[in-house]
């Protein structure tokens, strides 16, 4: 036992301290062996990327569940990584460069390169570090980047396999375009947000005719591609129109009118603009009627030469201008204000803009249909289970999904031109591969690699985190170590990646595994502030996750965190929650400095579980350890990782600390401990530190090595996890000490509500029908009140003049003669006759409705007549105890 234990607790002191402790003593790591796996990978944070609220929650879930499937005697494997980000890290990239008077544009790709790797390496890792400051119990020598060779190599690989099964192809297809990053996104990437607009209704001069129609639109400065005017064929406002042509306004472009079923002919006035190069439908309705398409858009969102018009302006200046010259020129009716919904980029945060582009794409409805079957069929379980509502939703009309970006950080797309042709492309590993193929393909024996040219745009950052739970064990390449953590057991990720990420790694590993990629799948809330608001840093409301924990600890954060967000909910947090978890801790620390206190020098203690038997003290506190470590394995088994906090929390303060310490402290002040009872103590707090220990590891591994000296085999966070033993509970015992517990509080009640000092001593009587017991352990009471007298028994004439309670069906009655003012009981009692007539009246009203009893489920309409028959007992009871005063 180290005798030197600090008046206060200093996680500051003891954090890094025990968390390099475990990293020399390498307690994280794994290798394949005989045990059963415990599997987890985490999501990938951004490898340039800082940690976020967000962070904290999904980090600090997992490792409460990896520290626990360790403690059980799992081979616990957390594998770490970080995502390279494509649009996130190239962006930041080209932001640093604009700060040193450099634009990427001057710049070769190599070059860029270089600058984006120099980049990784300055900034990438920092978000792991900042994890193990929380406590994460990673296997840190596993650390796996989304462009480590190995894994790049099974990322190009994937996509040379799925295009060789015909599963991947090039194609021009209306796509979601980020103006801001200059790349395609694909739909997943895409928030709608409702926002105030206009809507300009602009009128079309009919060919050879003083006509006119009137169109309305959101985005006037369109009006530069349109390529035809529709009108549904079955319209006869509009059946003089069949065949004609108008001119589109300000370009003066003669375009047709076509007719399709598509227009609905109730909305606005029936008649429809088309722009094929920059709408979805529109490029539909273009396809069906071999319209011109005009792309009178830049990369960058200004309008391009196509337009004709505002070359070089950027499209919102353009809806400025294009209005007032609509205006001069007579075509604009009117404006009205107007909400809609509007795309914008996930990463960027600007609107996007329907492009027309060649793209890479994979086929997604073969590839996503076991991915469907197996999470609705719950081989693969979410918690909570409402998401896979929203999940097959999105999987029964899933979209083909856009892989290629315009951007040059990233798994370039192994594809070779050789050729101006659609279709004078390869797909190889290599150049020299390419060569050959291109050989083949194009029959010309000459092409050298010299003729060949690489495709510029790299893969969606999402095709290569789709392969991260088949990756990180390199598991295209090598079986050993796949084949035994594959599956993993558990991911935690957030609901808003659900379709990004969580459906395709569970589509990659039907597709290259043959089966499931996880067995479960915990979706964590959002964090929001007391606003309801999201926390981001725009907003300035999200704390420093590190400023957290050095104000309140590592644990008092994660406890915090853990102890309001159920799974799925979002967590309202507020810094006062971890304030909480400071102050469990000084409790905990307080209540084993205590016992620490009592310890006698040169005695050797034996922490043990044996308890004295005659103790109903000893019995009670054992049953509620082993109660609860069956409570919280069900809390475990259902992802309910709050409740199960919770109920240790309960166990530790309310059980433990204010009760059983009280109770085994020596009968006399400055007495100590008997060995035996410090040992049974010690015992106690040991299980408790275990069961403490995933969710607040740093404080439950400082005592647990307080309490004795330990071998390095002999750490906490490798101890064995408390077994449940039903023999160690008892019903009885329990139901017996919580009778005494409620006697106790009532004494305690009573002295408060009378004013009678805890150090008067009182006469105390007791009518039960378990006196006998309660007279075996009457010591109990009188350790914890000044008694004069204690009378118990099965039944007594009822005393007058006495202050009481009911606990159950217990009666307690303290008498007041000499103690209080006789005048203010008989106030209280009536206050309480008050508050017990009207909950009857309540529990009546349902009672006395009809429609409530001929509804309600009859377990509710029985609860409801067992609070009436209580309630009406109660206030038997009451009125007769005002009686006695009056």
Not at 589 to 598: M, P, V
Request: glycine share 4%.
């Amino acid at each position: 036992m180290k005798k030197e234990i600090p008046a206060q607790y200093d996680p500051s002191k003891v954090e890094d301290k025990w968390y390099s402790y475990w990293m020399e003593n390498n307690y994280f790591h794994s290798e394949p062996d005989d045990r059963e796996p415990f599997t987890i990978v985490i999501p990938p944070p951004n490898v340039t990327g800082v940690l976020h609220m967000g962070h904290m929650l999904n980090n600090t879930i997992q490792d409460v569940l990896t520290r626990k499937a360790r403690m059980q005697g799992f081979n616990a494997c957390w594998v770490p990584g970080t995502d390279h980000a494509s649009i996130a890290t190239e962006a930041k990239v080209v932001r640093k460069l604009r700060e040193q008077g450099i634009k990427k544009s001057d710049l070769s790709r190599n070059e860029f390169l270089e600058h984006a790797w120099d980049w990784t390496h300055e900034h990438g890792g920092i978000i792991l570090e900042q994890l193990k400051k929380l406590g994460a119990s990673c296997d840190w020598n596993r650390t796996t980047f989304t462009m480590d060779e190995a894994y790049s190599e099974s990322v190009i690989d994937t996509f040379i396999d799925l295009y060789n099964k015909g599963k991947i192809y090039r194609g021009a297809r209306m796509i979601n375009w980020d103006p801001a990053a200059k790349t395609a996104l694909s739909d997943e990437e895409v928030i709608y947000k409702e926002v105030n607009s206009k809507l300009y209704h602009v009128r079309y001069k009919i060919s050879d005719s003083d006509e006119y129609v009137t169109i309305a639109t959101t985005r006037p400065e369109t009006i530069l591609g349109d390529t035809a005017i529709c009108i549904h064929p079955d319209d006869k406002r509009y059946t003089h129109l069949h065949g004609k042509k108008a001119i589109v306004p300000l370009v003066s472009r003669e375009v047709p009118i076509i007719l399709d079923d598509y227009v609905d002919m109730e909305f606005g006035t029936g008649c429809l603009k088309v722009t094929p190069a920059h709408d979805v439908n529109d490029y539909e309705i273009g396809q069906q009627h071999n319209l011109e398409t005009i792309n009178m858009m830049n990369v960058d969102g200004t309008v391009s030469k196509e337009g004709e018009l505002y070359t070089g302006m950027d499209r919102f200046e353009v809806r400025k201008h294009i209005e007032k010259d609509l205006d001069k020129a007579g075509n604009l009716v009117k404006t009205q204000d107007y909400q809609n919904k509007v795309g914008f980029s996930e990463r960027t945060d600007v609107v996007i803009e329907p492009r027309l582009s060649l793209q890479w794409w994979v086929a997604m409805k073969e590839l996503s249909q076991p991915a469907l079957e197996n999470v609705m069929n719950d081989n693969i379980r979410f918690h909570p289970e409402k998401f896979k509502n929203t999940y097959r939703h999105w999987m029964e009309n899933v979209r083909d999904w856009c892989i290629s970006r315009q951007l040059w950080w990233g798994h370039r797309i192994p594809a070779y031109y050789y050729g101006e042709g659609d279709d004078d492309f390869v797909v190889a590993k290599t150049l020299k591969e390419a060569v050959q193929a291109a050989r083949e393909k194009s029959e010309n024996s000459n092409l050298t690699e010299n003729d060949l040219k690489q495709e510029e745009d790299v893969l969606d950052t999402w095709f290569s985190s789709w392969l991260w739970p088949i990756s990180v064990f390199d598991g295209f390449y090598k079986k050993d170590e796949i084949n035994y953590y594959y599956p993993t057991n558990d991911l935690v990720t957030a609901p808003e990646i659900m379709f990004f990420w969580v459906a395709r790694m569970i589509i990659a590993g039907y597709e290259y595994r043959g089966e499931l990629p996880f067995k479960n799948v915990y979706y964590t809330g959002i964090v929001r502030d007391k606003q309801g608001r999201k926390m981001s840093k725009s907003l300035g409301n999200s704390p420093d996750p590190l400023e957290l924990i050095s104000e309140y600890g590592a644990d008092g954060v994660r406890m915090g965190m853990l102890f309001s967000t159920p799974a799925g909910n979002d967590l309202p947090f507020d810094p006062a929650i971890c304030d909480q978890g400071k102050k469990f801790s000084n409790k905990i620390w307080n209540a084993f400095r205590f016992l620490a206190l009592n310890m006698e020098e040169g005695v050797t203690y034996k922490p043990t579980t044996e308890i004295d038997s005659e103790n109903l003290v000893d019995r009670w506190m054992m049953s509620r350890i082993h109660q609860t470590i069956k409570e919280i394995e069900k809390d475990f088994q259902n992802y309910k990782l709050n409740d199960a906090l919770k109920k240790v929390y309960s166990l530790i303060w309310d059980d433990f600390c204010d009760w059983y310490i009280e109770l085994a402290k020596p009968a006399k002040y400055g007495d100590k401990f008997d060995l035996a009872k410090m040992n049974i103590a010690l015992g106690m707090f040991e299980q408790l530190m275990k069961l403490l220990h995933p969710f607040m590891p740093f404080i439950s591994e400082e005592i647990w090595q307080h309490i004795n000296e330990r071998s390095k085999n002999q750490a906490l966070c490798i101890s064995n996890w408390p077994e449940y033993d039903a023999e160690k509970v008892n019903k009885e015992d329990v139901s017996l000490f919580n009778s005494i517990q409620g006697m106790i509080s009532a004494l305690r009640n009573i002295r408060s509500e009378m004013s009678v000092s805890p150090k008067d001593d009182i006469e105390v009587l007791i009518k039960s029908k378990n006196a006998d017991r309660i007279t075996e352990n009457e010591w109990i009471i009188r350790k914890l009140q000044s008694i004069k007298s204690l009378f118990i028994a099965e039944d007594f004439e009822k005393p007058k003049a006495c202050a009481s309670a009911l606990v159950g069906n217990d009666e307690i009655y303290v008498q007041m003669f000499g103690l209080i003012d006789v005048d203010k009981e008989i106030e209280r009692i009536k206050k309480e006759i008050s508050r017990v007539e009207g909950f009857l009246k309540g529990v009546n009203g349902k009672l006395n409705n009809a429609n409530f009893v001929e509804n309600a489920p009859e377990a509710v309409i029985e609860n409801e007549r067992n609070k009436k028959r209580d309630g009406e007992a109660n206030l038997a009871k009451l009125q007769e105890q005002l009686s006695d005063f009056e």
